[in-house]
Nanobody
Framework: QVHLVESGGGLVPSGGSLRLSCTGS????????MYWYRQAPGNARELIAS????????QYTDSVKGRFAISRDNAKNTVYLQMNNLQPQDTAVYYC????????WGQGTQVTVSS
């Protein structure tokens, strides 16, 4: 059974940093693309970063480019999201996601940025 578990969220002041982790189990972690999404109150869930399984190619939505970095350690079955220069508009629940025959989501981790 596929499981994704996020951790690392919290409350930080504007300009601060956090590193989120997402550990997967129940599947071959290194063979698929991994994604980070976020959902702010009243907003739709949005894709913010992705990382390919083979060459580690990464993509970001414009609002986080230059501030966030996605990475993965396939030996640890973990994908990371390093978030720097956090702003209040980054406040959201952050989810990791993968597609392995069907879509899988973690439970999410709350990130709150105070102004």
């Amino acid at each position: 059974q596929v499981h994704l578990v996020e951790s690392g969220g919290g409350l930080v002041p504007s300009g601060g940093s956090l590193r989120l982790s997402c550990t997967g189990s129940g599947f071959t972690f290194g063979t698929g693309v991994m994604y980070w999404y976020r959902q702010a109150p009243g907003n739709a869930r949005e894709l913010i970063a992705s990382i390919m399984e083979s060459d580690g190619y990464t993509q970001y939505t414009d609002s986080v480019k230059g501030r966030f970095a996605i990475s993965r350690d396939n030996a640890k079955n973990t994908v990371y999201l390093q978030m720097n220069n956090l702003q209040p508009q980054d406040t959201a629940v952050y989810y990791c996601n993968t597609f392995r025959g069907q879509e899988y989501w973690g439970q999410g981790t709350q990130v709150t940025v105070s102004s």
